[in-house]
């Protein structure tokens, strides 16, 4: 799995230029979503000031929506392993109290603090569910409410399928590229696994949905607009080196591989804080 050092470069160098371009609106779709389970609850209508972290807060989308929709005041805090995602997020969220760190140092942070509402958002692929849970319990208040959403292993079931392929295999040995299963994050397996963390860690859940957006590569080159660029598969190809792929490497790829049609598997939840 990636170290610190690596991911901050790669979101520093490579995604956060790119990120809120969203291709396929999957941010967008995701969020919208997540702000609609947040919405049934009564949470953005109290007349008590709303205390807000997001942790991976990464361009500042979704706090800054949740922000628009809140009818009191609101205090927003945000973390982020990049500093250039968190300069993106200072424009949209002026007030924003920013720090720069992984989620695995969380508890390190905002200490004699308390929220009403965590976000954690497709940030379970580098820190696991399992030890994010009692670090954000340990946050919320008595009430506070957990809003998840995050890909699972279920996901890029034809990637998949074509990584284990003969083709793929001969082609990586004559390419002498290394063996690099998808598997290389440590997202949740399903649906099961992120209710049994909720419920292990005094969560009640609220509402929980699997959202499978679709996603069609005719090329290599919109495999990488999508994957290495903003994001959703950039440790995956990085090992690889697909990046860097030489023009016979290409027509290869696109003879072998392209088109792909598949699909991502996100569960997006939200849960309360009762007990443990």
Request: glycine share 6%.
């Amino acid at each position: 799995m990636n170290t610190h050092s690596t991911i901050q470069r790669q979101y520093d160098e490579i995604i956060a230029p790119h990120y809120d371009r969203d291709p396929g609106s999957i941010l967008a779709s995701s969020f919208q979503r997540g702000i609609t389970q947040i919405q049934n609850t009564n949470l953005l209508q109290s007349q008590k000031p709303l205390q807000a972290l997001d942790i991976g807060i990464g361009t500042g989308s979704f706090l800054s929506q949740i922000a628009a929709l809140t009818e009191s005041e609101v205090s927003l805090s945000g973390l982020d392993i990049s500093e250039k995602m968190l300069d993106i997020a200072r424009t949209k969220i002026p007030n924003l109290k920013a720090v720069v760190d992984t989620a695995a140092n969380l508890e390190h942070h905002f200490v004699g603090k308390s929220f009403d509402l965590i976000c954690s958002h497709f940030i379970t692929g580098f820190v696991p569910m399992s030890e994010l849970a009692p670090k954000i319990w340990d946050l919320l208040e008595e009430g506070g409410y957990w809003s998840l959403i995050g890909q699972t292993m279920a996901g890029y079931p034809t990637l998949r399928k074509k990584e284990a392929s003969l083709p793929y295999k001969v082609f990586r040995w004559f390419s002498s590229s290394p063996k690099v299963e998808m598997d290389i994050v440590c997202n949740p397996k399903g649906r099961g696994e992120v209710l049994e963390t909720f419920r292990e860690n005094g969560f009640e859940v609220c509402h929980i949905e699997t959202f499978e957006p679709q996603v069609d590569f005719a090329n290599i080159g919109e495999f990488l607009d999508f994957g290495y660029r903003s994001g959703w598969l950039t440790p995956f190809i990085e090992k690889l080196g697909i990046h860097k792929a030489s023009k016979m490497f290409t027509l290869v790829m696109n003879l072998l591989f392209f088109p792909c049609h598949d699909h991502l598997s996100i569960e997006i939840a939200l849960a309360q804080k009762v007990s443990k």
